[in-house]
């Protein structure tokens, strides 16, 4: 009889450990997505410089060191911020640049079919709702007023392999086009597609009713056909 009250005493104890260990585990994702949640909406609003890790603890209700704890440093914050939200519109635009090879079957893809791999995931990213079409707005509208320095870290962590593929895919295309052309056209499409979504509230009002920012597959499909004429037409103007 002892030697089962200690085994149910000691299986107990383990259950008990294991429980702990979960919420533990459970209540650390929540505080480190909730100071996400925090450093997005401060960084949206302020930017890198107007950013500190006290001010996003706060606001997520835990204290500077929770916020150390999970990130070290407030720009690892914000990478990992930028991460979470990049990361998989990133790996969507990845994912249709590929199918759309494969349907290819070794052809060079189209202008349109390659901006299409580009552009079309960030329409599903803020089709989700419209706290997301806005958030994700801000965060553009404010990567526009950032420092350099910080911009190429940007740049170069999630940006980096993307360019480079889809340049590759604009060399097959184009395959008489200079490599300063088709940055420079490149530089032109991305402009034109980031500006687009941070000015989409202005919309609206600049058409007086006309067009509607939230009719956002409609602005979507406009803007690749949009960029797709205007990368070929500077490339024939040039030649």
């Not at 149910?8 to 997505?33: A, M």
């Not at 189209?110 to 079309?120: A, G, M, P």
């Not at 599903?124 to 706290?131: C, D, G, P, R, V």
Request: charged share 25%; net charge positive.
């Amino acid at each position: 009889m002892a030697r089962k009250l200690a085994l149910f005493k000691q299986t107990f104890k383990l259950i008990t450990v294991s429980i702990n260990l979960t919420q533990r585990r459970r209540n650390g994702i929540e505080t480190k997505e909730r100071l996400l949640q925090s450093t997005e909406s401060l960084f949206a609003s302020g930017g890198f410089a107007g950013l500190t890790m006290r001010e996003v603890a706060s606001r997520s209700r835990t204290n500077i060191a929770s916020a150390h704890y999970h990130f070290g440093s407030k720009e690892a914050m914000v990478l990992e911020m930028l991460k979470t939200r990049i990361g998989p519109i990133n790996a969507k635009r990845m994912k249709y640049l590929s199918e759309a090879k494969e349907a290819k079957a070794g052809k060079p893809l189209s202008t349109f079919e390659i901006f299409r791999s580009l552009i079309l995931p960030i329409g599903e990213e803020i089709s989700k709702s419209a706290h997301s079409r806005e958030s994700l707005a801000q965060l553009v509208a404010r990567s526009f007023t950032e420092p350099a320095g910080f911009i190429q870290k940007m740049h170069k962590r999630f940006f980096g392999e993307l360019s480079q593929r889809f340049m590759d895919e604009l060399r097959l295309a184009h395959p008489g086009a200079s490599d300063e052309d088709l940055y420079w056209n490149l530089h032109f499409v991305i402009s034109s597609m980031l500006g687009a979504l941070a000015q989409h509230r202005r919309l609206n009002d600049f058409s007086e009713g006309t067009c509607r920012e939230d009719e956002v597959g409609n602005m979507i499909e406009r803007q690749i056909v949009f960029v797709s004429n205007g990368f070929e037409g500077g490339l024939l103007h040039i030649k």
